[in-house]
């Protein structure tokens, strides 16, 4: 049976995740989450996120990463195999390894994985942190606002300079 998943990501009012691969804000009270959220869980995400992010494998996360050009780079032996990362083609691929793994999943991005996990029928929790402010950015969270969620929680921003609210909801 198919486990639940673990939607993380922060997100502008835009919608905007990301932009010339990075994230367009430091927020450590969100970065601080994000680390407790994944830390020792399953990781699905794509390569670039993989890529961007040192502590991927850290923590006692294990990373599922999807890319097709990582997948065949490791088949022809031309990429240092990395310990603990699993290597999917696709987002289906991706979930029947983490499927398999103990403990939970998070999806952690980017754009397109979550585009393509948004849609699936499954019980997922959506941990979102927006932020109420329009970013400049080249990478987007898929519009979430019109399925069926139900709010579990709700915590606003004790950060003086930058208006964000936690939110996990459920569907």
Same mark, same amino acid.
């Given at each position: 049976?198919? !486990?639940? @998943? ?15 691969? !990075? @994230? ?5 009270? +969100? =970065?601080?989450?994000?680390? %407790?959220? *994944? %830390? ?14 040192? $502590?991927?494998? =850290? +923590?006692?996360? &294990? ?6 050009? =990582? @997948?065949?780079?490791?088949? $022809?032996?031309? $990429? ?14 991706? =979930?029947?390894?983490? +499927? ?16 393509? *996990? @948004? ?6 929790? #959506? ?17 979430? $606002?019109?399925?069926?969620? &139900? ?7 004790? +950060?003086?300079?930058?208006?964000? *609210?936690?939110?996990? #909801?459920? !569907?």
């Amino acid at each position: 049976m198919p !486990k639940p @998943l673990n939607l993380i990501v922060a997100c502008a009012e835009n919608r905007v995740i990301g932009r010339g691969g !990075k @994230l367009p804000w430091h927020i450590p009270e +969100d =970065l601080k989450f994000f680390h %407790a959220e *994944t %830390a020792g869980q399953i990781c699905v995400l794509g390569r670039v996120c993989f890529e961007t992010w040192p $502590r991927a494998t =850290l +923590d006692g996360r &294990r990373p599922v990463v999807i890319s097709s050009r =990582l @997948l065949a780079g490791a088949r $022809r032996h031309e $990429r240092q195999r990395v310990e603990g990362v699993r290597l999917a083609a696709t987002v289906p691929d991706a =979930l029947a390894i983490a +499927d398999a793994l103990p403990g939970e999943i998070y999806i952690c991005g980017g754009q397109r994985i979550f585009e393509e *996990t @948004l849609v699936l029928d499954r019980p997922m929790r #959506l941990h979102l942190t927006l932020i109420h402010a329009e970013v400049p950015g080249d990478t987007f969270f898929p519009e979430w $606002r019109h399925l069926p969620w &139900r709010e579990v929680s709700r915590r606003e921003s004790a +950060d003086a300079n930058v208006r964000y *609210t936690f939110f996990t #909801l459920e !569907k």
